[in-house]
């Protein structure tokens, strides 16, 4: 059935004006004007059809109905205000961070339900386009590769890659005694290091092969390879998953370190915000390891 219910913003300015005892004092306290508030606790007195106060030279005291409905409107609007902090508590604070997928799925995800367990109160949405970001877009948090010093920028190092060549047991066992030169190698476009950083570093010649297979993603570069395409260059701890599986096995020698590392990366004016302070706790008390 539907309620019968006075204006609301009458019985906010009631529960004050009766608590205070004070027009003037409860106008203060709202940044109202106290002929405002007189007028609209008027208003209240017209619907409910009874005086709530009673005016002197001296100030006001409530009557008898007043007093008697001071307390369930002053609860009431207690009530109210308490279910209200809950539903912003839970709703209000939302975290977008932008991460690449690779790394999102297989290192972010996992420390999530942490991060929730420890925060309920922030709802994090996970960004994975690969595009570079921009802060003023409503990303609080990038988990950016590279060299760190960015300009306007708070960066945190959270771990640094080691490169080792990657293929199918099948494919590996085929190519255990060739050179790099002789493999099929499989290109991926979205990293600053791939095959001739990797080269360079371990001394090891390619000849000026081209690759046989490109591809824009980790994930879709560790496919290819798992099913015998080719030979990527993997990126520990993104590849432990198929290595422990044995889904991909190692190449040609030890992993070699990177230059370029994941960084988790906010603007330098958002610094003291809450939400972004407790997620780089978070990451900090949780950090990413090397196998």
Do not use: C
Not at 40 to 66: D, S, Y
Not at 120 to 140: M, N, Q, S, Y
Not at 211 to 237: E, H, K
């Amino acid at each position: 059935m539907r309620q019968r219910l006075p204006p609301l913003n009458t019985l906010r300015l009631f529960e004050a004006a009766a608590r205070l005892l004070s027009f003037k004092n409860a106008a203060e306290e709202l940044l109202l004007t106290p002929s405002a508030v007189s007028h609209g606790i008027q208003a209240l007195e017209q619907w409910l059809g009874t005086p709530l106060f009673i005016r002197g030279t001296r100030g006001i005291v409530l009557t008898e109905a007043g007093g008697a409905y001071y307390p369930k409107v002053q609860a009431a609007l207690a009530m109210l205000a308490a279910a209200s902090g809950e539903l912003l508590a839970r709703h209000a604070r939302r975290l977008t961070v932008s991460a690449a997928p690779t790394f999102a799925s297989r290192l972010l995800m996992p420390r999530l339900a942490g991060f929730r367990e420890a925060h309920p109160g922030i709802d994090v949405l996970v960004d994975t386009t690969r595009e570079r970001i921009d802060f003023a877009d409503g990303i609080d948090l990038a988990i950016r590769m590279g060299r760190g010093g960015w300009q306007g920028m708070v960066a945190e190092e959270l771990l640094r890659e080691t490169l080792v060549p990657v293929a199918s047991p099948e494919l590996a066992a085929q190519l255990a005694d060739r050179e790099p030169a002789e493999a099929p190698l499989i290109r991926i476009t979205s990293v600053a290091e791939d095959w001739a950083e990797w080269a360079r570093k371990t001394g090891r010649a390619l000849n000026g092969r081209p690759p046989g297979l490109s591809f824009d993603t980790l994930l879709l570069a560790y496919d290819a390879a798992s099913r015998g395409l080719g030979v990527a260059l993997g990126r520990l701890p993104l590849i432990d998953a198929e290595l422990a599986a044995g889904t991909l096995v190692a190449l040609w020698g030890p992993p070699v370190p990177a230059d370029t590392g994941y960084w988790l990366v906010s603007a330098e004016n958002r610094a003291g915000d809450p939400a972004i302070q407790a997620f780089r706790a978070w990451m900090a008390a949780h950090p990413v390891r090397l196998a």
